[in-house]
């Protein structure tokens, strides 16, 4: 099972996530930040927020999906991560 946080920035999703984390020791952490930061090193990020880069929404979905089943944790917590309509972007795994 995969579990996307949602919340406005600044709630506190990856707050509830390290709480999740600890009530579920055989879940597993995943931040989506990490691959932003990551391209932005990377690639021009023209609007200057990497969460506008289609290649960083197609890449948070398959790194999440990856580190879930390479894990093998029954669950994965994902903070806030949207797609370009603002839904949660969809697992093709």
Avoid: C
Avoid at 7 to 25: D, H, Y
Wanted: glycine letters at 10%; hydrophobic letters at 40%; aromatic letters at 6%.
């Amino acid at each position: 099972m995969i579990v996307w946080l949602n919340g406005t920035f600044g709630v506190g999703e990856s707050s509830v996530a390290a709480v999740l984390q600890r009530a579920l020791p055989e879940s597993t952490r995943f931040d989506p930040e990490l691959v932003g930061f990551m391209l932005r090193e990377m690639v021009a990020v023209p609007t200057g927020d990497f969460q506008d880069l289609p290649l960083r929404r197609r890449l948070v979905v398959e790194v999440g999906a990856t580190l879930h089943d390479a894990s093998g944790a029954s669950i994965t917590l994902l903070p806030t991560e949207k797609g370009p309509d603002g839904s949660p972007p969809r697992l093709t795994t």
